[in-house]
């Protein structure tokens, strides 16, 4: 999987996700909300739900607009422990 984090501005490039850094947060906490950036393909997205699932997480994925535009928009993931 090849995640990149939503971007802050317009202009940057996207962050690449790590699978490790995203566990570490959720057993610090008992859910988080992650915003992944429009670049990620819905397979690889999938990939982690399925991920995730496989230990017994809950995980929701929404796809947020934030312009008018039809590249306008990030992914929201809902994990929960």
């Given amino acids: ?25 959720l057993e610090k906490q008992e859910s988080a909300i992650f915003y992944f950036d429009r670049e990620n393909s819905h397979k690889d997205l999938l990939a982690l739900q399925d991920f995730f699932e496989a230990k017994g997480k809950s995980f929701y994925m929404n796809e947020v607009k934030y312009g008018l535009a039809d590249n306008e928009y990030m992914y929201q993931v809902h994990i929960i422990n």
């Fill in 1 to 25: 999987m090849d995640l990149k984090f939503a971007r802050t501005d317009v202009t940057t490039k996207p962050k690449k996700a790590e699978l490790e850094k995203i566990e570490a947060t």
